[in-house]
């Protein structure tokens, strides 16, 4: 079985492909379990928690925009991609999108287009695993988000394991230590906040008890990974956030009209979805 070195244009990657030591990985990727991540030079990383508070989504955050990268199982035979693609072109058409379809890289790719936004998803088959990346941002940066994402699933490592899943689940997300630990520390500030912890009961934790920096051993290179994770930014479910969610994550992001001050609506999918879930009302 051939073994690549990171970069030199075979990805995305399957783990057990991969010759780069992991000591270069820690640095360069952010390892969420089943999928490690590039992070992009002066970006941040971004933390989406569910409302049951555990993670939904990962992102890089950079100047032009937000790219996610999600594993999915897939069958043996391949193709899963192509299978999904005329799927979440019709999904994003009934949300309002203007849809539009390029020629990439690794195939078909899909163009989304609502006020204020463009989204572009890039899926990748693998060996029993299928790969997504989704890129968005303002209008007026396509081709600057098209570069960017297909440079990122191109470094992107997927770790399958053995575990047996449904064609099309989502692997588990793991956070590295350094980003749990900044997880836990906003979770308590939630509760700090609120007097309400992450069970639903009074909280009864304090900040000053929770860890906040890297482990001791963990070697932080600046602007690298676990420099990243360690300063990461993380919403829970019903917060603001700054650019596009997965479309396919039914989150609830409507605010109170009453409520001040008004907090960010979001990325332009979010507003799509809130003005979809207020139709159905």
Known sequence: MAKYRIGDTAGPYDIDDVVT????????????????????????VTVEMSATHQPEAVY??????????????APRSGGQ?????????????????QTSFDDGHWGREVLAKVDGGEHRFIGVDG???????????????????????RAILAETVVRRGKE????????????????????????????????????????????????????????VLPGGAVAQAAAANVFTE???AAAVDDPETDV?????????????????MQRLRGRRKRRRR
């Open 164 to 219: 047996p899943f449904p064609p099309r689940d989502v692997l588990p997300i793991v956070l590295p230590p350094v980003l749990a630990e900044q997880v836990s520390a906003a979770q308590q500030q939630m509760a700090a906040e609120t007097g309400v912890g992450p069970d639903g009961r009074p909280a009864v934790s304090s900040l000053d008890d929770a860890p906040t920096a890297p482990a001791a051993d963990a070697e």
């Open 21 to 44: 030591p992991a000591a270069d990985l820690a640095n360069s990727h952010l390892d969420l379990g089943s999928v490690l991540v590039p992070v992009v030079e002066g970006g941040q």
């Open 60 to 73: 890089l955050e950079t100047p032009i925009g937000r790219v996610g990268v999600l594993a999915f199982a």
């Open 252 to 268: 609830d992001d409507e605010t109170p009209d009453d409520e001040t001050p008004t907090p960010s609506e979001g990325s332009a």
């Open 127 to 149: 060996p029993r695993w299928m790969v997504r990346c989704v890129a968005s941002g303002p209008d007026g940066t396509a081709d600057q988000l098209a570069q960017l994402a």
């Open 81 to 97: 991609w192509r299978e999904l693609v005329r799927e979440l072109a019709e999904s994003l058409q009934a949300e309002g999108a």
């Open 238 to 240: 019903g917060a603001p």
